[in-house]
């Protein structure tokens, strides 16, 4: 248990250093730093101890399915699949450059692991819910896990699909709310409430489990637990976690990375345990 | 399925009294023993898509989402992606601009492939107002890329569209006009390719060009000017886009006025198609469209809207009698 934590915990500083890394090379293009950064515990669980998949077959049709709903928040997705081995991490330089594949919010190209383009938000649980109903109309065993965000839910869409899931009795199907409480311009609170999202998502009729969402060892037991109905994990987080000038500071929803506020980062990445 | 039996005779006529929307669902069912993929989607609009029988017999290629269009087709995208044949059905405003970003996202720039089957365009709906009459779908995706527009002339030209929506490269908007009992337009099986205009009759002295619906339209007028020894060319455009732009090239040749018919705003639609076309052209006739000039009237019965836009073959046979008059005036 504490050698996975040691190395769940060692892969979140990797990914942690591969998006400053991504937003320095970004240069004069302002990456959304944030958001990414309050998704980074949530990737690196999914993608090392909770997703079925094959970095030399990434097509096989038994894998499971991920989908970043929050496209924005491509940064920690684009290190974790490049940290996985689906592309060279060279090309993590290629960040939003002129004709590269990895923009600023993800595009399909499922031999690198990306299932759907996302960015325009509130589009990414349904077609989650399109994937895990084929799954069930083929028998097939894989699930699905879609990543949205809690400014997301402003979207009406959410909510048609949110209702539709446990409809379809889809109990192959879990979506992760980063819950990180700041959207583009304000708190949620600010902008557009949105308290009580567990209760708003159980009375939907979701399997609702909150938990803090930059702990390894509850998501992971999060993903884990068996239920009948689709699966919300409520993850409790902080945008832009990691490092003391971002954390809670929406400036750094969407912002260029200097060279010296990336030495302050590594030095703050370095101390941590 | 026998598709000879399919594409009979006797099944064009029957579909054409029962109009596209109801003949929509008997034509899914045969095409559902073909197609073993086949999974239908609508959005609370079993009956009014002919589909209540569908359901029943193959409740397994059906999913209703409840009234939720957005939700529709990303649901059709995610089946889609995991290799289902998706058709995806609801009225036509709400099939196309309720979920239009979807169809932007994933349909054009994902270019994850399914059939959108848009009922009772255009203006049939009069009654219940201009929330469910439908003038504007074929302009707002006609400007999405990977999106191709099909508008059927009747029920068996649904039916062939249909079919070939599924061997298509890319997804499919399928525009059902016209109410029951529409004019039928095929009386047997013919060729038909998604992107090629069909010259349904020759004719010296004009070409008129229309789609959907407008198509019966088109022909009536046609009749009416041969009584008048005018001959025109009527030429069924099923496929707004691509627009056959050969077929443009071919009439602007022939005939010295051109006629466009279409059930839908002039801004958009096959106007527009055709006269993008056009403009790359040198020395091109004079052309008159018909359709509905971009504006929201009070509502009214089908028959009462299409003659408010001059929808009918009466009004328009003489107006292109004076439009003759001062050609040859001219000449």
Redesign the interface.
């Known amino acids: 248990m504490i050698e996975k934590r040691k190395k769940l915990s060692l892969m979140c500083k990797k990914i942690r250093k591969s998006i400053l890394d991504t937003s320095l090379a970004a240069g004069a293009s302002s990456s959304h730093f944030g958001g990414s950064l309050s998704t980074v515990e949530i990737l690196v669980a999914l993608f090392e101890e909770i997703l079925k998949y094959k970095i030399d077959d990434p097509l096989w049709e038994d894998r499971d399915r991920f989908i970043l709903s929050k496209g924005h928040a491509c940064l920690g997705y684009y290190s974790i699949l490049a940290e996985k081995g689906f592309f060279s991490k060279k090309e993590l330089q290629l960040f939003e450059k002129n004709d590269s594949f990895l923009l600023g919010h993800p595009v399909i190209n499922k031999k690198f692991g990306i299932e759907f383009s996302n960015g325009s938000l509130g589009m990414g649980l349904s077609l989650g819910i399109g994937v895990a109903l084929a799954a069930k109309k083929r028998k097939k065993n894989f699930s699905t896990y879609v990543l949205i965000g809690d400014g997301e839910c402003n979207e009406g869409s959410v909510w048609e699909a949110a209702m539709s899931a446990p409809h379809f009795q889809l109990n192959n199907l879990t979506a992760i709310l980063d819950n990180n409480n700041l959207q583009q311009t304000g708190t949620n609170q600010e902008i557009m409430t949105s308290d009580s999202l567990a209760k708003k998502w159980s009375s939907f009729n979701w399997h609702v489990v909150e938990i803090d969402g930059h702990n390894t060892d509850d998501l992971i037991k999060a993903f884990n637990i068996k239920s009948n109905k689709p699966k919300l994990i409520l993850a409790k987080t902080t945008k832009g976690k990691g490092f003391k000038f971002s954390e809670n500071n929406n400036d750094w929803h969407h912002k260029i990375l200097t060279k010296s506020q990336y030495d302050i980062a590594i030095k703050e990445l370095n101390g941590s345990e | 399925m026998d598709q000879n039996k399919f594409l009979s005779k006797n099944n064009f006529k029957i579909w054409s009294k029962l109009g596209m929307r109801a003949s929509f669902g008997i034509i899914a069912q045969e095409i559902s023993q073909k197609e073993k993929n086949l999974?239908i989607l609508t959005a609370d609009v079993s009956t009014s898509a002919g589909l209540d029988r569908f359901k029943k017999k193959f409740p397994?290629k059906y999913?209703d989402?409840?009234i939720?269009e957005?939700?529709l087709?990303?649901?059709?995208?995610?089946?889609?992606?995991?290799?289902?044949n998706v058709i995806t059905t609801t009225f036509a405003p709400f099939q196309t601009m309720r979920c239009c970003?979807?169809i932007k996202?994933?349909l054009g720039?994902?270019n994850q492939k399914i059939c959108m089957v848009g009922l009772a365009s255009g203006l049939v709906l009069g009654n219940l107002g201009y929330t469910h009459c439908c003038i504007e779908d074929v302009g707002v995706l006609r400007s999405i890329p990977n999106i191709t527009i099909i508008s059927p002339a009747d029920s068996a030209e649904l039916a062939k569209a249909l079919l070939a929506s599924f061997n298509h490269k890319n997804s499919v908007y399928i525009r059902l006009t016209g109410g029951s009992g529409i004019q039928q337009v095929y009386e047997e099986d013919y060729e038909f390719k998604i992107g090629k205009a069909i010259s349904l009759k020759k004719g010296s002295d004009l070409t008129i060009v229309s789609s959907g619906q407008m198509v019966g339209e088109a022909l009536a007028v046609s009749k009416k000017l041969e009584e008048k020894k005018i001959f025109a060319e009527v030429i069924n455009f099923h496929t707004i886009k691509p627009i056959d732009e050969n077929m443009i090239k071919e009439f602007v040749k022939k005939n010295k006025l051109i006629i466009c018919i279409e059930e839908h705003n002039l801004y958009g639609g096959l106007n527009s198609a055709i006269s993008e076309c056009l403009a790359k052209l040198e020395n091109t006739p004079k052309m008159i469209s018909y359709g509905i000039d971009d504006r929201y009237t009070k509502g009214g019965d089908y028959d009462f809207l299409k003659k408010k836009f001059k929808l009918d073959a009466n009004l328009i046979v003489n107006e292109i009698l004076l439009e003759i008059k001062n050609l040859k005036n001219n000449e």
């Open positions: 999974i397994e999913i989402v409840g939720a957005q939700n087709i990303g649901i059709a995208t995610g089946l889609s992606s995991e290799g289902f970003e979807q996202v994933n720039y994902m």
